[in-house]
């Protein structure tokens, strides 16, 4: 149990730290390249964000 807390958190770590550094340039040329939005990003960031549900089963992490 402690084991898929801290894998479902290393995945959100990743995944702010990968797409996440695309919110912080000033311009959107990157995210056009790859044909995202800034709001499908933030969208992506905070779908890894959500809570987890209250059985205690995972549910599985795509990112």
Known sequence: ???SILATLRQRHALRQSIGSLLRRADDHLL?????TRSEVQALIAGSAAALPKT????PFYA
């Open 1 to 3: 149990m402690i084991r």
């Open 32 to 36: 056009e390249d790859i044909g995202l």
């Open 56 to 59: 205690g089963n995972f549910a």
